[in-house]
């Protein structure tokens, strides 16, 4: 890429229904939260400029899918191009921590990235800031079984957060920037484009005068 | 009831005279007769106006033609359908008097008394025509600002002083038949604090006087400074210019009004296809219940069959709910590792295997259902309440195990809320009638309620408590404490809502099973629509990236309930439910194509993430219905264009 122009990176955001996919946007997006989300339908996304590596700007496009099963279909126009996929589950939903294989598998199927092996996922575990009580008893055990799995696990980084509190959500997603970042400069050093056209419309320029999200 | 005051029958027992100015509009023995008992007397009004009944011609065609000229998306309709008896015309204005006061007087009086039953003062007031006249009869000159301050524009701004003084003699005369019962009704109205209405201004209004055109004469020069406090002749034709502009506006009003009356109380056998007809226009809030229910095909078009008809369907309602699968419905705990509620099977006995599975699947429904209630229409305080989320809980769980194929599918905790809100508002109104309406037109009214809502028997003690309420006529859906209601009346709506949900969605089945073909096919009609209306903007949109799957999924999975306030919506689905086949499936595309176009130029200009955020989230905040209605004729063209030419266009 030319120094003049700034980097694009596309992160979709996947998890079960209700785990917090939208908050967590919201509150990395706009430093805010709201108990007022209604269901996402499709997939909405927000932007986000950062500089990572100190001194490297990029600019974050972020997806927020549905969690719905039923919307599963849709992801191959959400999907495509991606850079990073992050994986949510909830703290105190186990079936929502289960999932998580599911919806990795189903992404690469959908996004047809050209390096399933190592592409860029993460893990993040919404909603610590909730009673314990109410958590998923022996998590750290059932997560190690998901992650460690020597077969198909999901060995990715974990982040645990709450986006009702923005606890680690900064974290979470500085390293999110930097694995797209790394996936979209493999992806150039291979020359081939993910899904060439589709990738260089959604590039936006520095001079251009786009400033932040309208909403 | 006990409650009923003789008074207020004074001033509303002349509904039956509600085609004074309509179909029989002229006849002056009418007008000044009930004139007459409105106590209008101190003024010759009524004398004059029945001599003027049957003014110029001239004056009758300039308006109408003004409102004509200026109305193009009022004519859509009309125009296409030469014979359309809701024609903005032939509702007779034929009289129009030309004294100012008498004729505000006239079309003061006449709305008041044709004016159904009194919903209370303010809290409806934007979102119905009928109550928002009718709010203001005690006497202030807000009558005719009323309506005007819903528009966007000042151009009838009341800064003229022959405009006040005629009002204020006619809210003189008012005052006679004013009453305890109403006094107290507006003083309530100043200390209980009501929220407003997150809805719309009314309905009509818009539709009958000059909206777009900024050329209006009236308009440009109303809001010219210099304008106020002109006595020259010129203003004062310019005055009654507008006079005869409102007085048609209130005719047209109360016209319509009328007319459902009359389609829903002339027959034994509902006359469907006029009630299509006229409820394509728009539904008087009042009415639109049980002209839904009318539309849907729920409630039989035949009178003797409605009772026994709905008896059963609420009866099957209610075993359903008891029935296969026992819910706590009221437990909205989510934190039951990922299931929520407590849920257990009577299929148990039979085949253990089936039954957990079905068990399990179940509970995955309800837990998706249980999370989605909690945020359908976050920002309306109705849907807060724990009762109201129960209510939708079980509709929406019960149509979920019903429709196996597609189960609950997120979006249609939407749709179920117009249903809803439009039956509970019912309810309120039914009670609001009962207790205040006037004697004369009680059988009528039974026609127009939707049987066996209000309790015949008087064993529900929290209707009783209601028809003893003094705050009655104040309950809106916007300010009622649900806890209010009885258990009887939630599974009464909630069966009539269950119903009619599954009405409209067996017409847009494909767009919630697996993989959403449904949705997928509009998408790509839609694209296709674009290609022909606005070949440049899809050409924009393709060389951006952009995909309509991107934007107009959601559009079609909610039916744009996630783009228009609900008060929005509720007007469209008015138009939707006259369409034949329901406009749910196939004109719902058109719609959005008009609604895509509608943002053409904003889209052109912008880039991939420009549109998308744009679409995400459309300027619509301040539409009106008036905008609504704009796009509803805008997609009747583009229909009445493509329908039956786009096969080979594909």
Request: net charge negative; with cysteine; hydrophobic share 30%.
């Amino acid at each position: 890429m030319s120094g003049r122009k700034k980097t694009l990176l596309k992160v979709i955001i996947l998890g079960d229904s209700g785990v917090g996919k939208t908050s967590l946007m919201q509150q990395f997006v706009n430093n805010k939260f709201s108990h007022q989300y209604k269901a996402t339908i499709g997939a909405d996304f927000l932007t986000k400029e950062i500089t990572i590596d100190n001194n490297k700007q990029v600019s974050l496009q972020i997806w927020d899918t549905a969690g719905q099963e039923r919307f599963q279909s849709l992801g191959v126009a959400f999907y495509r191009g991606a850079d990073c996929c992050v994986l949510c589950y909830d703290v105190t939903n186990e079936k929502s921590l289960n999932n998580l294989t599911s919806w990795k598998d189903e992404f690469l199927v959908q996004s047809n990235v050209t390096n399933p092996q190592d592409f860029p996922f993460i893990i993040i575990g919404n909603k610590i800031d909730v009673d314990d009580s109410k958590k998923i008893p022996s998590l750290q055990k059932k997560l190690q079984n998901i992650t460690n799995n020597q077969l198909g696990g999901l060995n990715y980084p974990v982040f645990e957060t709450s986006a009702k509190e923005g606890i680690n959500v900064e974290a979470a997603f500085e390293v999110i920037a930097k694995m797209a970042l790394q996936q979209e400069e493999l992806n150039d050093a291979n020359g081939h484009d993910v899904s060439d056209d589709y990738n260089d419309a959604i590039n936006i320029h520095l001079e251009s005068e786009y400033s932040g999200c309208a909403c | 009831m006990g409650k009923k005051k003789p008074e207020m029958s004074q001033v509303y027992s002349h509904s039956k005279n509600e085609f004074i100015f309509g179909e029989n509009g002229g006849k002056g023995k009418h007008l000044s007769s009930f004139l007459k008992n409105l106590s209008l007397t101190s003024s010759s009004s009524s004398l004059q106006s029945s001599t003027n009944s049957n003014v110029s011609t001239n004056d009758y065609n300039d308006i109408n033609s003004n409102i004509y000229g200026s109305l193009s998306y009022g004519n859509s309709k009309v125009g296409s359908t030469s014979s359309n008896p809701n024609g903005i015309i032939d509702n007779g204005h034929r009289i129009i008097p030309n004294q100012r006061s008498l004729s505000v007087g006239a079309s003061f009086s006449h709305v008041n008394a044709a004016t159904p039953p009194p919903p209370p003062p303010n809290e409806r007031s934007n979102t119905s025509p009928y109550s928002h006249t009718h709010s203001h009869n005690t006497g202030s000159s807000l009558l005719l600002k009323g309506p005007r301050r819903s528009h966007s524009t000042t151009r009838y701004a009341d800064n003229d002083d022959d405009w006040d003084a005629g009002l204020e003699e006619v809210s003189k005369n008012l005052k006679i038949v004013e009453n305890k019962n109403l006094s107290r009704v507006a003083n309530m109205s100043d200390s209980i604090n009501l929220q407003p209405s997150p809805v719309l201004d009314s309905l009509y209004p818009d539709l009958m006087i000059p909206i777009s055109s900024g050329s209006a004469p009236v308009r440009s020069r109303s809001n010219s400074p210099q304008y106020k406090g002109r006595t020259s002749k010129e203003s004062l034709d310019d005055e009654d210019y507008q006079i005869k502009l409102e007085i048609n506006r209130l005719n047209q009003l109360n016209t319509k009004y009328s007319k459902f009356r009359r389609i829903l109380t002339s027959d034994n056998n509902i006359n469907l296809n006029e009630l299509r007809k006229i409820s394509w226009n728009g539904i008087p809030n009042e009415l639109r219940a049980i002209s839904w229910q009318l539309l849907l095909g729920y409630l039989p078009t035949n009178k003797t069959r409605q009772s026994s008809t709905l008896k059963r369907k609420r009866q099957e309602y209610i075993e359903g709910i008891a029935g296969v699968i026992t819910i706590d419905f009221e437990n909205d705990n989510t934190n039951n590792n990922g299931t929520s509620g407590n849920i257990s099977s009577n299929l148990g006995s039979n085949n253990s295997a089936t039954s957990l599975a079905n068990n399990n699947r179940d509970k995955q429904i309800y837990h998706q259902i249980n999370i989605d209630v909690k945020r359908t229409h976050p920002n309306i305080k109705l849907y807060s309440y724990p009762e109201i989320q129960t209510s939708l809980r079980k509709i929406l769980y019960l149509w979920a195990v019903r429709h196996p194929a597609s189960g609950y599918v997120q979006g249609i905790n939407d749709l179920v809320t117009p249903f809803f809100q439009i039956f509970l508002g019912n309810y309120l109104w039914q009670l609001q009638r009962t207790v205040f309406g006037e004697n004369e037109t009680k059988l009528e009214d039974l026609q127009l309620f939707i049987p066996g809502l209000l309790d015949s028997e008087n064993k529900d003690e929290k209707e009783q408590s209601l028809i003893n309420d003094p705050n009655l006529l104040h309950y809106t859906i916007d300010n009622i404490d649900p806890s209010l209601i009885s258990s009887r009346v939630y599974s009464i709506i909630e069966a009539d809502t269950y119903w009619c949900l599954s009405r409209l969605l067996e017409n847009i089945t494909d767009n919630y099973i697996h993989q959403q073909p449904g949705i997928i096919r509009q998408v790509s009609e839609l694209k296709n629509l674009i290609s022909k209306m606005d070949l440049e903007l899809l050409n924009h949109l393709d060389n951006e990236g952009v995909e309509f799957i991107q934007f107009s999924f959601r559009w079609m999975n909610c039916l744009l309930m996630r783009e228009l306030s609900v008060g929005l919506i509720i007007r469209m689905w008015d138009t939707y439910l006259s369409e034949t086949p329901l406009g749910f499936n196939n004109f719902h595309v058109y719609v959005c194509a008009a609604f895509l176009i509608k943002f053409s130029n904003d889209l052109k200009e912008r880039d991939f993430q420009e549109i998308l955020l744009f679409l995400q989230n459309p300027p619509t905040t301040y539409w009106k219905e008036k905008d609504i209605e704009l796009m509803l004729s805008e997609a009747f063209i583009w229909q009445s264009l493509y329908k039956n030419a786009s096969a080979h266009l594909k």
